[in-house]
Each structure stands twice: as structure tokens, then as C-alpha cells.
């Protein structure tokens, strides 16, 4: 059993930066971010592949978002900057301890740690 404990997140004007942590308590083959805006489907941000320090994006947040791993705090970070009101929604953290073939399959994850509020205003 793994728990993820998030923090961060909050509101800022357009352009602004956030930071997003998740801590985890034990081994974990993948981390990831999803997002959920209100009405639409969860979405996937970006993942961390432990075993490799595989780092994957979203289209939508590439050269914006930067994912990390702080592996002596075992602690997935994403730094969020130069962001937008698309960005608005629920942000959460998921991990899985094997193999996954698609990162953004939401189903697949075994853990997630409690969603926290990015609201980016115009």
C-alpha cells in the first residue's frame, strides 16, 4: 500500500507559477499528474518513470510544466509556470508499482493522492 500526500496548488493571474508536490511512502514504478476540469474528462499532465527517470508530457504543457523526482524524499514535484485559464481544474497524483503501458490511462494507476485546486485567472 502506498499513500500520496499532495500539496500546493491555490489561484494566480495568467502567466503566473505554481508548484505541486506529492509525497509518496513506498516504491513506485510511475508517478504521474492528471487534471480535471470541471465538466471534462480526467486528463494526463505528465509522468516519471522511476526505473528509467523517464519524464513524459502533454502536449498542452510542454516547455511550461516541469515534473521531477526528489528521490531522497521520495517526492514528485510539478513546477507549473507560464500558466494559462486552460490549466484551471483539480490536479491529482497517481502511482503505479509495474509496468504500465500507456501513462495516461487514469484506470490503470493503483494510487492517488487527494486532488488540490489550480485556478488560473485571466
Not at 9 to 34: E, K, P
Not at 43 to 65: C, M, P, Q, W
Not at 86 to 93: A, I, L, R, S, V
Request: proline share 1%; net charge positive; hydrophobic share 35%.
Amino acid at each position: 500500500q502506498v499513500q500520496l500526500v499532495v500539496s500546493g496548488g491555490g489561484s494566480v493571474q495568467a502567466g503566473g507559477s505554481l508548484r505541486l508536490s506529492c509525497a509518496a511512502s513506498g516504491y513506485t514504478y510511475v508517478m504521474a499528474w492528471f487534471r480535471q476540469a470541471q465538466g471534462k474528462e480526467r486528463e494526463g499532465v505528465a509522468a516519471f518513470l522511476n526505473s528509467t527517470g523517464g519524464i513524459l508530457y502533454d502536449d498542452s504543457v510542454k516547455g511550461r510544466f516541469t515534473i521531477s523526482l526528489d528521490s531522497v524524499k521520495n517526492t514528485l514535484h510539478l513546477q507549473m509556470n507560464s500558466l494559462k485559464p486552460e490549466d484551471t481544474g483539480m490536479y491529482f497524483c497517481a502511482a503505479r508499482q509495474t509496468y504500465l503501458a500507456s501513462w495516461r490511462s487514469s484506470n490503470r494507476y493503483t494510487y492517488w493522492g487527494q486532488g488540490t485546486h489550480v485556478t488560473v485567472s485571466s
